[in-house]
């Protein structure tokens, strides 16, 4: 019971992106880390370069590792136990002595171990490889320090057992280059993809999908030829290794951190695999230092890609949270927008139900008195019916700014625009007592641009004049222009108020936010139509009138 | 009842063509008008009747159209439809004499209502205003004497009283009062006093 619930919140924590539903049960994992452990390990044994006893890469501690940062330290115990009889099962069927084999486990843990305690010090929770610091931590403490502080542990041991003939510190030594090139392959491989959301899966395009195939496509066909040919000719091996780059560089750049990590991974079993069959530039020299070399080789591939993905996922990142808040603040100040013109949003659709009530009682009473005429009642039913779709239409435009949506660049008519900005804002206009001239133009071109937020910048200018009229212009004087016109290959809409103007100190500073002169104002609307504008590529300005009152004016380019 | 007059004010077509339509259910001559200005062009009140208006218009509101009406002596009762009604405007109207103030959409019997109870209002008024044009054609035809024997009469001098105020014979008073009593047409005292005090002004002003 106690494991069941703490693998529950170990996977609450760790497999909350995976979404399927399908959450391994505790002995489900445990099942999993088994044969994991067991099928790295096959891999350990296939890239030993025979006579070396030490395998060039040996995975299994990496995925022991790559495990316990995933899991809450809680689980650690018995994720570690479920490795112990997969370890005896491929150990022992290779005659070494069951000390020494034990020793390997607990060597093998102790790395896990270490390197686990070490990160989770420093970044609590689960750990996801998104950004530099946390994969530094990585390279650090599971890269560096775990493999290096185990093998001196793992040596001591072989020494201390008697198994085979290898000096003290060349088993540390050869240990170590084995483990840092698995930790550094195996670790991200595990981390990216297990905290991989599908949902991202599913969101790619099939040109994403046919672009990831043509990476990894390439990489194996480059790597083929460089890695896995027999040698033709050693002088040309240098530039060899500079082969499969481009292709690491590109799934860094394009396809994250995941990518990043397979194409590593891609290159590390191609590479060892070669040399292991004995193709591939490594072959012309002793079984050592073509590990070595690889391993050197291998490791200075993998870590500044490593890095740059990560890099440009942080980056990436930062950019779409940044959208998103531009989002959420737009909405935001949109909402409060439409709340300050709730009464007269009121008012607009108390019209239509107005007109719908006085008609339905008034053919009620015509059919009363038997006065109404077929003609009479038919226009009645006629007008309730327009009325009612006239209701209908406002409560739409009013979802549709309600909404919160992306941003989606479309053709737009301005004039359609303007049109349907002075709909929403007429209860306003005409309880504040504003008169409203239009001053559309012919023939303006379409402007590509997001139609809610165009009409949120245009509504946040109306709503600003109709205010500003009614605290400080006579009622007979509020006049409210609105204009369209093209100007120098711009599409230009003016909102002109006759009222009181601002002072010249004012001219930008109401752009900024937080900047009001209303009692109840966000201060928001202006800067965030100018935000609006700018992602529009156009521009966003106001300016005293001559002969009194504001004019604002928006230029957007023409589609 | 039916020859009543309703003007109908509103810049929604609509909602104009609506409330007429109710009013003409409800057999009252109807005219709409779809501004202020438009109907101060044609303002009509010959007729007895009343004003529906909405509060809200582009241009001049209702408040404002309520004081025009007041400054050019229009005394046709006014009642006010809104969509927006806050408390500070509807008791500005009311204040401004009102008859109701109807929050749309509302229901026809409180529309009929509120017109009837202005209706009526409108036909007393008239008829309190003829009363009192046809008092002040009787005052008119007196002579200033008599006028002033009047003023003292009402004042509740006695004939010898007046007679000393105006220095002569209390017989002559007493012609001049006899004539004043008949052409105001009255023939007590207490009808003379009552025909006065009608038509007294609450703001006694001399001009």
């Known amino acids: 019971m106690d494991v069941h619930s703490a693998s529950q919140r170990f996977l609450g924590l760790t497999a909350r992106r995976w979404r399927t539903g399908a959450v391994p049960g505790p002995l489900a994992q445990m099942l999993l880390v088994a044969v994991g452990y067991y099928a790295a390990a096959r891999v350990g044994f296939a890239f030993t370069l025979q006579p070396n006893p030490i395998s060039t890469l040996w995975p299994p501690n990496a995925l022991l590792l790559a495990v316990l940062l995933l899991a809450p330290a809680r689980a650690w115990w018995w994720l570690l136990a479920a490795a112990l009889p997969a370890h005896l099962l491929i150990e022992l069927q290779s005659g070494v002595p069951t000390a020494m084999v034990l020793g390997w486990y607990a060597s093998n843990c102790s790395e896990a171990l270490i390197g686990a305690a070490l990160v989770r010090a420093f970044a609590p929770g689960p750990l996801r490889l998104d950004s530099l610091r946390k994969a530094g931590l990585f390279l650090l403490c599971a890269v560096l320090a775990a493999p290096l502080l185990s093998s001196f542990f793992d040596a001591a041991l072989v020494r201390l057992i008697g198994w085979g003939e290898s000096e003290y ?129 291998l490791i200075a591939a993998s870590v500044p890609m490593l890095l740059l993905a990560v890099a440009l996922e942080e ?10 808040q531009r989002l959420q603040l737009t909405h935001l100040a949109r909402v409060a927008m439409l709340g300050e013109l709730s009464g007269g949003i009121a008012h607009e659709l108390n019209q239509p139900l107005t007109a719908i009530l006085s008609n339905a009682q008034a053919a009620q009473h015509f059919i009363a008195n038997k006065t109404g005429s077929p003609q009479v009642l038919s226009e009645i039913l006629q007008d309730i019916v327009l009325a009612d779709l006239r209701a209908g239409e406002i409560i739409r435009r009013l979802h549709t700014l309600f909404k919160r949506g992306e941003t989606q660049f479309r053709p737009l008519d301005m004039n359609t625009v303007v049109g349907e900005v002075l709909d929403i804002a007429r209860g306003d206009l005409a309880t504040r007592s504003v008169d409203v001239r239009r001053h559309l133009g012919e023939s303006i071109p379409a402007v590509s641009g997001d139609r809610v937020e165009l009409q949120q910048v245009l509504l946040n200018l109306v709503v600003n004049a109709s205010e500003a009229m009614s605290a400080g212009t006579a009622p007979g004087r509020r006049v409210l222009t609105v204009c369209t016109g093209t100007e120098a290959g711009m599409v230009k809409v003016s909102v002109i108020d006759s009222g009181p103007g601002f002072p010249a100190e004012q001219h930008e500073r109401m752009f900024e936010a937080f900047y009001t002169t209303k009692a109840q104002g966000l201060g928001l609307g202006l800067s965030i139509s100018r935000a609006i504008v700018r992602v529009h590529n156009g521009h966003l300005w106001g300016e005293a009138n001559p002969g009194g009152g504001a004019s604002f004016h928006v230029t957007l380019p023409a589609a | 009842m039916s020859s009543a007059q309703v003007s109908v004010i509103d810049d929604d077509a609509a909602v104009l063509r609506s409330v007429g339509r109710l009013l003409q259910a409800a057999g009252y001559a109807v005219q709409t008008f779809s501004s202020s200005q438009d109907f101060l062009t044609h303002p009509g009140g010959g007729a007895p009747g009343c004003i529906v208006m909405d509060l809200s218009m582009p241009g001049m509101g209702g408040l404002d159209l309520q004081q025009a009406l007041a400054k050019k002596a229009d005394r046709r009762p006014v009642v006010f439809i809104s969509g927006q009604g806050s408390i500070a405007t509807s008791v500005a109207a009311m204040k401004a004499g009102a008859i109701d103030f109807l929050t749309k959409p509302f229901d026809a019997s409180r529309l009929l209502g509120a017109v009837s109870a202005a209706i009526e209002r409108d036909l007393s008024s008239r008829g309190a205003q003829r009363e009192r044009a046809a008092v002040e054609g009787r005052l008119a035809s007196l002579t200033p004497r008599e006028r002033e024997v009047l003023e003292m009469v009402a004042a509740g001098k006695l004939n010898k009283q007046i007679a000393a105020a105006l220095g002569t014979a209390e017989k002559t008073v007493k012609v001049h009062r006899a004539r004043m009593m008949r052409k105001m047409q009255v023939d007590s005292l207490a009808g003379l006093i009552r025909t006065w005090t009608s038509i007294q002004p609450p703001s006694a002003s001399s001009a």
């Open chain 1, 315 to 324: 980056r990436s990142r930062a950019e779409r949270e940044a959208h998103e």
């Open chain 1, 169 to 297: 510190w060349d088993l540390v030594q050869r240990r170590f280059a084995s483990n840092v090139l698995a930790e550094l392959t195996v670790g991200p491989l595990i981390l990216t993809w297990a905290t991989f959301s599908s949902a991202r899966l599913r969101a790619a395009t099939p040109a994403r999908y046919a672009e990831a195939a043509l990476i990894f496509g390439g990489l194996f066909a480059v790597c083929l030829v460089a890695f896995d040919l027999p040698q033709i000719d050693a002088r040309a091996a240098p530039a060899l290794f500079y082969a499969p780059l481009p292709f690491l560089l590109w799934a860094a750049v394009r396809l994250g951190t995941p990518g990043a990590a397979s194409a590593i991974a891609l290159l590390t079993v191609a590479t060892i695999g070669g040399a292991v069959s004995g193709l591939g530039p490594f072959t012309d020299r002793t079984a050592e230092d073509t590990a070595r070399e690889m391993q050197l080789f």
